[in-house]
């Protein structure tokens, strides 16, 4: 007789079909008790036996408890699936298959999950039966066997779509094929299930599927007409991806697509018209967008713009009813996550635009909706398009703009508002002649009587800054100031919220021309700490700390000092140091030390000393678990990255008072750690701080760098390009600090990897501007050392610095090249002109260095001879000529 299948005991099957009922009562306390007798149970090893059982088994219990012994099956194999003894795993795999058909659906998709779960786990290799046995169960005639195995084939193909394309038996010649013949199945749902497997293999451009591509997009075709919503909804993802994939292969039907999409976009679900209107968005980033987009484009723009009005259900999620709200407090619930944005070191430029300033669309106005909804979706495929046609979408646009802005019903007008702002960018040239009357509509709208009025017209104001604070400032930027402070002291939140976010890109924009209004603004955002809930205090943080950084040194006034710092102080004391509050407040006191300079000085020391005391603490709490991972938590290194920024802030707005700071702490040995940290972010952060105490206390930092020059060598990896560039900038401000003797050892350390990155192609701009002021630093100190190399880099050298605004470090870096030179004239000669245009690019040198430029001009100018002069200067283009000719006399 063959051994007997395993069998529960009565006792152990008792035991766990109470802890399943226990686990579903709301009390904290018994579910606490059941997550320890979970932990015990699972030292047994069959335990997962009697789970499976129960899942797959146990029909006189009902669905939820059987799916809840299942789930916590699940969470086991996550957990421990290494540790199961084989029987109990061979077991489990087994059942699965047999009940694949169970027929509750809510059985069917648990199984589902484990298996999708097992297989996650590496084991697709070790359960050789498992695609052949789910892709015969397809065949099956009965409905909950098809069912079963193609959600859970769904499931698999969802998290481990690259197992199954690299799989050496190549299941995928046979499964897509396979699933292809599903989607004409009587079944929606199984139609459903047979194009969402198939949808998993489009962007990785899987060659299994691209072969039977066209069969592909004509099952697609077939089903457009589908009355099914799931089914419909999987057609028209499908078409978004194809768009950005094969877009050839759709280019012969693309007329009837954009039709078919345009309907879909109007659809009554709204879940399928935002699946739809996506097509819009991957669309617009094709280059044949506008050809083929040209014919339909004034039948798109109002079915977008319908979809831009707010949707009863949202209203009622929003509370667009409840217009005062300012007194109740936020659910933690609705505070998300920030994203802290490093320092990097960067050049400002010749036309004063700094580097990466990404603006932020803001369609996302409404945190508490389910985040992307179909009015986001519409407004931001305006926005593209709108910069894909340019002005030639306003003669469709100006008539609908006409009838929404000023409409009597306040949801319509809220939409022609929000049209507005969505077409600013791409529109621009052809809305300058409306604005006149337009911004001056807008800001009496500010003061509508309906909340989501007065908050998208904050947004809308806030993308047509630019214009406005380019005109005279009586028109339209002092009362747009004034009318959008009185809205940062609204008494709806989401309004205080909208015109706080507006009023940082106002301050971005305008800079110093806020220097006027500046005590009228701060006791706004003052007024703002003490009516402020949780959520927007965040965002006045923001504000305050763009403030400073918009006006700089016109923020140390004695009368606006102490106007701002008591609150921000206030609020530094009461946070804790485990409080994610700080990350902001930190922050925004990084940009206002570095603004007040000695203005901060009397708030300087319990500052420092907090910081220096949060990256203490965030590095032992990091040792802890590193040492004992069963019993700490790994820290939020996050603490420490915007401590070590903060730190940045005062070292750069302090300069050389940081240094009795400095020496009674040990901020270089806890900073020799984080340059080590394996998380980036910390090291870039690391980096910046060292080069800004390099410039305010360097005896401070100096009997460290035979410690810290080997790592900063070490991480000129361009791959992680912030902290390379912060890496490259910190070695160049050492190196101006030290002697040729003291630098020499570290040359060969740092050059090369230099050069390298100086040579790559698609090297970012910021990168390139720190790599040669650096390499031009080291050969200031070390010419010698470093000149050999001249026509390695000089080329990139001249090209990487001929936009970037005259200042300290861009004198430092020509002198060195004006150095190095002079040792190897022989290294610039097949790239002088490069030189010659880099000398220009100058507005107004230092006498001394200009004087260098000219030596090595009229030298060269001497060793070829005037008819080769002549000739060599010929290539010039006409304004480098004329500017050497004036500046340089050549």
Same mark, same amino acid.
């Given at each position: ?15 766990i ?18 997550q ?8 047994? +090893?069959d ?24 789930l ?33 659906p ?6 589902g ?14 359960w ?15 409905y909950? *066997? ?12 969802e ?17 897509i ?56 909804k ?52 094709? +280059? ?33 009813? *409840? ?23 960067s ?61 009597n ?8 508002i ?32 309906k ?7 904050c ?12 005109? +005279? ?16 002291l ?39 700490f003490?009516?402020y809930?949780?959520?927007n ?16 040194h ?17 609020k ?84 050389q ?45 100096k ?46 350390? *740092? ?35 470093v ?36 040792v ?47 000739k ?6 006409? +304004? ?11």
């Open positions: 007789m063959g051994k007997m299948a395993w069998q529960p005991e009565e006792n152990g099957l008792r035991q079909l109470q802890l399943l009922k226990e686990s579903q009562s709301p009390d904290t306390a018994t579910q606490r008790n059941v320890q007798k979970l932990e015990e149970l699972n030292k047994y +090893p335990f997962n036996n009697y789970l499976i059982f129960v899942l797959t088994k146990l029909t006189t219990e009902d669905d939820p408890t059987r799916s809840l012994s299942g916590i099956l699940k969470n086991n194999v996550r957990a421990h699936f290494e540790k199961f003894p084989p029987e109990v795993t061979n077991f489990i795999k087994q059942e699965c298959l047999n009940s694949i058909g169970d027929p509750s809510l059985i069917r998709a648990t199984i999950i484990l298996v999708t779960t097992i297989v996650a786990k590496g084991e697709l290799r070790n050789t039966e498992l695609l052949p046995s789910l892709c015969s169960s397809l065949d099956s005639d009965d909950n *066997v098809c069912e079963g195995a193609f959600g859970a084939l769904q499931k698999i193909c998290d481990t779509a690259e197992d199954l394309d690299n799989d050496s038996t190549r299941p995928l010649n046979i499964l094929p396979k699933f292809l013949q599903f989607f004409k199945h009587n079944s929606p749902k199984i139609r459903s299930h047979a194009i969402a497997c198939v949808n998993q293999f489009i962007i990785s451009r899987t060659q299994a599927l691209m072969v039977h591509i066209d069969g592909f997009i004509e099952n697609l075709f077939f089903l457009a007409t589908d009355e099914d919503t799931e089914v419909r999987n057609v028209c993802r499908a078409l978004v991806m194809l768009v950005e994939v094969r877009m050839d292969r759709l280019i012969p039907h693309i007329n009837s697509i954009i039709e078919y999409m345009m309907l879909r976009t109007q659809d009554d679900d709204d879940s399928v018209a935002l699946e739809a209107c996506e097509f819009w968005l991957s669309l617009a980033e094709q +280059p044949i967008c506008k050809d083929v987009l040209a014919s339909h484009i004034e039948r798109l723009v109002p079915v977008l713009v319908k979809g831009m009005k707010y949707s009863e259900i949202d209203i009622i999620l929003l509370k667009g009813d *409840v217009e005062e709200d300012e007194m109740v407090p936020d659910k933690e619930s609705d505070i998300k996550p920030r994203f802290h944005k490093s320092r990097t070191h050049q400002k430029h010749q036309d004063g635009e700094e580097d990466g300033e990404l603006s932020d669309d803001g369609f996302d106005d409404d945190d508490s909706l389910s985040d992307w909804n179909l009015r986001k979706c519409s407004a931001a495929a305006l926005d593209v398009l709108a910069n894909v046609f340019r002005e030639e979408i306003l003669p469709i646009l100006l008539p609908i703009l006409k009838e929404t802005l000023f409409h019903d306040w949801d319509i007008k809220e939409s022609g929000l049209v507005l702002g969505a077409i600013a960018e791409g529109c621009m040239n052809g809305m300058i002649p409306h604005l006149p009357e337009l911004i001056p509509y807008l800001i009496s709208r500010l003061s509508d009587k909340a989501l009025v007065r908050s998208i017209t947004w809308t104001l806030s993308r047509y800054a630019h214009w406005v604070v380019g005109q +005279p400032h009586e028109l339209y930027l002092k009362p747009l100031m004034t009318e959008l402070l009185k809205r940062v609204d008494s709806n939140k989401r309004v205080q919220e909208a015109a706080c976010s507006a009023f940082a890109t106002l301050e971005e924009e305008a800079c110093t021309e806020l220097v006027p209004y500046l005590g009228f603004i701060l006791e706004t955002l003052v007024y703002a003490n009516k809930q949780h959520k205090l965040l965002i006045l943080y923001d504000a305050i700390g763009t403030l400073a950084d918009s006006v700089g016109h923020l140390n006034k004695p009368d606006y000092v102490n106007m701002l710092m008591p609150p921000l102080i206030q530094w004391n009461v946070l804790k140091d485990e409080d994610k509050d700080l990350f902001p407040l930190l922050e925004c006191l990084s940009s206002v030390a570095t603004a007040l300079q000695s203005g901060f000085l009397p708030y300087c020391e319990p500052v420092y000393r907090r910081c220096v005391s949060l990256v203490e603490q965030t590095l032992n709490q990091n040792f802890m678990s590193m040492s004992h991972p069963d019993r700490y938590e790994p820290p939020d290194k996050d603490f420490m990255i915007v401590a070590l920024d903060l730190l940045s802030g005062l070292a750069e707005g302090l300069e008072h940081i240094e009795a700071l400095v020496a009674n702490s040990n901020i270089l040995k806890l900073l020799f750690q984080c340059m080590q940290d394996p998380m980036p972010e910390v090291r870039q952060s690391s980096f910046a701080l060292l080069g800004d105490l390099t410039k305010a206390c360097f005896q401070h930092v009997p460290c760098i035979g410690d810290f020059m080997p790592i900063l060598g070490s991480n000129l990896n361009p791959e992680f390009i912030s902290v390379c560039n912060n890496a490259t900038w910190a070695i160049g401000e050492i190196s101006i600090k030290m002697i040729a003797t003291e630098m020499q050892p570290y040359v060969t350390l *740092v050059l090369a990897p230099l050069i390298d990155i100086i040579n790559r192609p698609n090297t970012p701009k910021t990168l390139l501007e720190n790599t040669a002021i650096t390499i031009g630093r080291l050969g200031l100190v070390c010419p010698q050392e000149a050999p190399s001249l026509q390695q880099f000089i080329r990139q050298w001249c090209t990487s610095l001929r936009n970037i605004r005259d200042n300290e470090e861009k004198d430092s870096a020509f002198r060195g090249v004006c150095h190095m030179i002079n190897n004239p022989g290294g610039v000669v097949q790239d002088f002109i490069f030189f010659c245009d880099a000398v220009a690019s100058w507005s107004q040198p230092k006498a001394d260095l200009k004087d260098m430029f000219y030596k090595i001009l009229h030298g060269f100018k001497n060793q070829v001879g005037e008819e080769n002069w002549t060599f200067s010929d290539q010039f283009p006409q +304004p480098l000529r004329e500017r050497l000719a004036v500046h340089y006399a050549v």
